[in-house]
């Protein structure tokens, strides 16, 4: 975590020379959350890279939803701020799977629990979930397992 924290302020300062201001709010509003992670009641002072991890897919999928909103609304100049923004931190998230290695790994884990159906849905998201976490977004991990399990 130390590691991506590092990046992450130095980017700032980076960002601050170069006067790049959406990447700026940006890498800003990553430090604070992880800031606020490691200084939460009950952490020990440490970020895992896992919650770190949590914690940017959380920020990026906020953006997007705010995003949408914006653009709903007809207001187009902040839903591209969003989005940009969004752009920024995803630049520290660990690479997404595609498409079809996101077939191939529900796969695995359905042929590791023995799923056989849809009822067996919740078994394969518990373990699929774990595996792929910070690879790919949750929802598409559960739209993949709902439509293996249908066949």
């Known amino acids: 975590m130390n590691e991506l924290y590092d990046r992450i302020s130095a ?3 980076t960002a601050m020379l170069a006067r790049e201001k959406v990447a700026l709010e940006a890498l800003r509003g990553i430090k604070k959350e ?3 992670a490691k200084t939460a009641k009950g952490s020990d002072g440490n970020l895992a890279d ?5 914690i940017l897919q959380k920020m990026v999928k906020q953006r997007k939803e705010s995003a949408q909103i914006f653009a709903e609304q007809n207001r187009p100049e902040l839903a591209e701020n969003e989005l940009a923004e969004a752009a920024v931190i995803e630049k520290y998230l660990p690479t997404q799977m595609t ?12 042929a590791q629990v023995g799923a056989t159906g849809p009822q067996d849905m919740g078994k394969v998201m518990g373990v699929a979930s ?3 976490a910070g690879k790919t977004e949750g929802r598409l991990i ?3 397992v709902k439509a293996l399990l249908a066949n």
């Open 130 to 132: 774990k595996q792929l």
């Open 34 to 36: 992880f800031i606020e």
């Open 142 to 144: 559960s739209e993949k």
């Open 11 to 13: 980017d700032i300062k």
């Open 99 to 110: 498409d079809a290695e996101l077939t191939e790994a529900v796969t695995a884990v359905i």
């Open 50 to 54: 896992e919650v770190a991890v949590k």
